[in-house]
């Protein structure tokens, strides 16, 4: 049985053109609320025919393509190549203008500690930790991540149905149980570099144990 979530509204929505580095660039609908249920601001962002998409969904077709972006600082902002965080949130943006859904903005930095535990954690990974192992060693779950604030804005919406931007069966658990039908999960690019490897790594490692915790239909 889903669980049944508090009603959130559309505080403001207002458009606002994008611009990445590598000079790709669209335009958003950026929607704020109020009523989500941790109080942090979070945001969706309506890309490319979304509204048509909406449309869609509602004469029963395809399911708007989404993607929950966790926030991260030093990734999405100042480019940190330790993470894939910046890359995945350019190809997600693209991606998601091109057939028309939504992009969730989470602020859930660092895997939900917060941007100043992160980089605690990020000290810890330079002493040999993996990203999970160092959140544990500062006394934090592996992924305190919760997404029940992206199930709160897609009902929101009115998205109940989507096709999920991710490689994360995480989110799909989630969400589900949230009561978000998730039609497909389309899988991300890899974005590996010299700097990140380790970080891809051990991201690949926990995403196969999660996927083999999950229960097999019969």
């Known amino acids: 049985m889903p669980e049944a979530l508090p009603v959130a509204t559309v505080r403001t929505q207002v458009t606002v053109p994008l611009t990445f580095p590598d000079g790709y660039d669209t335009t958003a609908r950026v929607f704020s609320f109020k009523g989500l249920v941790d109080g942090r601001e979070h945001l969706a962002l309506g890309l490319g025919d979304w509204a048509g998409a909406l449309d869609r969904l509602a004469a029963r077709g395809e399911p708007p393509l989404v993607r929950p972006h966790s926030e991260c600082l030093t990734g ?3 480019g940190s190549q330790r993470c894939d965080c910046g890359p995945q949130l350019r190809e997600a943006v693209q991606r998601i203008a091109e057939v028309g859904g939504f992009l969730l903005y989470l602020r859930q930095e660092g895997r939900g500690i917060g941007l100043y535990a992160k980089l605690d954690a990020y000290a810890l990974q330079d002493a040999g930790l993996d990203t999970y192992q160092a959140n544990l060693a500062l006394g934090r779950g592996e992924d305190e991540r919760d997404y029940t604030v992206a199930a709160q804005m897609l009902a929101t919406l009115g998205v109940p149905r989507i096709r999920l931007l991710s490689s994360n069966p995480d989110k799909s658990e989630q969400l ?8 497909e999960r389309v899988p991300t690019g890899v974005f590996l570099s010299a700097a990140n490897a380790d970080y891809l790594a051990a991201k690949a490692a ?11 239909s019969p």
């Open 76 to 78: 999405d902002v100042f």
């Open 176 to 183: 589900t149980r949230l009561g978000v039908d998730v039609a």
């Open 206 to 216: 926990k995403a196969a144990s999660s996927a083999a915790d999950l229960p097999v």
